[in-house]
């Protein structure tokens, strides 16, 4: 090793040899990375044999979590099934990416890591008085959840009414987080754009509905609230522009010359879709941004026409709707190698990386299987799943939430928030049968 003062040292910020670095050369970086995480686990295992910490976020990958699941999986797409079965896996990362996901985590895991924004987080902090330990932390911000929760339900009325004014500041934040948590109640969501304090992601576990009607055709080639647009997610020329001139306030299409041509167009596209879609389609719910816009279909076939990979190398695939329909009447796909997404979460100044920072989502680089994988009447959660592919603390987590799964629930529904096809989704479901919009 040289050290500065040896004659021989050149500490040339100029030199060839670090000016670049070939990315092509270093291969599947996703899959170096992923390696290294597992190696760097493996050697913490055996330098500390005796003393495994249970709660690693680094560890080997799981190659099964649930046999009933890659069942399903097996009669809906049976190549991406024996690619999910001989390599699937996940793994915690620090920052949100491209073709990975985020988790939305419980509630009590959100406290323990906002001790410092946080009234509620600061509370749980003194109480904790240093204890890291997974069960210590979970169980006293249950109860911590609970207790304050019960007090807000105290100053409700004779109608079960509750004035927020008087609410003090403690339940006042208790219920913002509260509501805020059960909107995303554990979301696994698909990151599809991350960039310049700009984000967006679509949610893989909340799915509308896996056989095609009329209104859901519609939905999905037009929007919640228009007739076709312009331009769609699935267009390689398409600008997410709230400004737009293309539509009015209300979402119609404007009046044009050609307006009875694009109707006839569009009746078209909707037959031919309705046709090659008929037995099978899954559509989900992919956020509450951007219902107004057609849906945004993602799949793995690299050699679609009109699709484009969402991140390189990360062998999943946006766009070309036109190419799938034809492909799926003609034999050559099958309907289920597509996910139809209405909606999504947007992003701006970077709020996602904040909403990472304070404890709300994980992020979670996984094989491009589980992301791509149907997610409807799954017998293990996806969520769960997710959780126990990557196993230490998260595999804990997954663990405890099903623990807890009977206890008492504070359950709230708003009746009002989609009322059928005139003022936003229909017919909505979700994976699991204790949880609702």
Known sequence: MYDDDDEDFDDDDDDEDDEFIDTDSLGDWRAFRRNLAFDEQDL?????????????????????????????????????????????????????????????????????????????????????????????????????????????????????????????????????????????????????????????????????????????????????????????????????????????????????????????????????????????????????????MPALMIHGIPDLPGAREISPGSNIYQGGIDAAVKGVLEGEYSPLEFRFFVGCHKYKESALDVAVHLGKYQPIACARSLALKQCISLPKPLWHEVMELCGGELGDLSALELSSADDMQFQVVDETEYDGPEGGLENMEDEDDDFYL
């Open 44 to 292: 913490d295992e055996s330098e500390e044999s005796s003393e495994t910490t249970a709660s690693s976020l680094k560890t080997k990958p799981i190659k099964s979590v649930s046999k009933a699941n890659e069942e399903i999986l097996i009669s809906q797409n049976e190549k991406l099934a024996a690619e999910y079965l001989t390599g699937v896996w996940a793994h915690p990362v620090a920052t949100p990416e491209v073709g990975g996901l985020v988790a939305r985590m419980p509630l009590e895991r959100e406290l323990f890591e906002n001790y410092k924004h946080s009234i509620l987080g600061k509370r749980l902090f003194q109480l904790l008085d240093g204890e890291t330990a997974l069960q210590t932390w979970y169980h006293r911000a249950k109860k911590l959840v609970e207790d304050e929760m019960k007090k807000i339900a105290g100053k409700a009325d004779d109608q079960g009414q509750i004035d927020a004014t008087t609410l003090d500041e403690v339940s006042s934040e208790m219920l913002t987080l509260f509501l805020d948590n059960q909107d995303n109640w554990q979301e696994v969501c698909l990151v599809v754009e991350h960039a310049n304090s700009i984000a967006k992601t679509v949610v893989l576990n909340r799915p509308m509905g896996f056989k095609l009607t009329d209104n859901i055709a519609r939905l999905v080639l037009n929007g919640a609230f228009s007739t076709r647009s312009n331009k769609s997610p699935n267009d390689d020329d398409y600008d997410d522009d709230d400004d737009d001139d293309d539509q009015n306030t209300n979402g119609d299409r404007l009046m044009s010359g050609d307006s009875r041509k694009e109707g006839f167009m569009d009746r078209k596209a909707l037959v031919r879709f309705m046709t090659a879609f008929a037995s099978e389609c899954a559509v989900y719910v992919g956020g509450p941004d951007d219902q107004n």
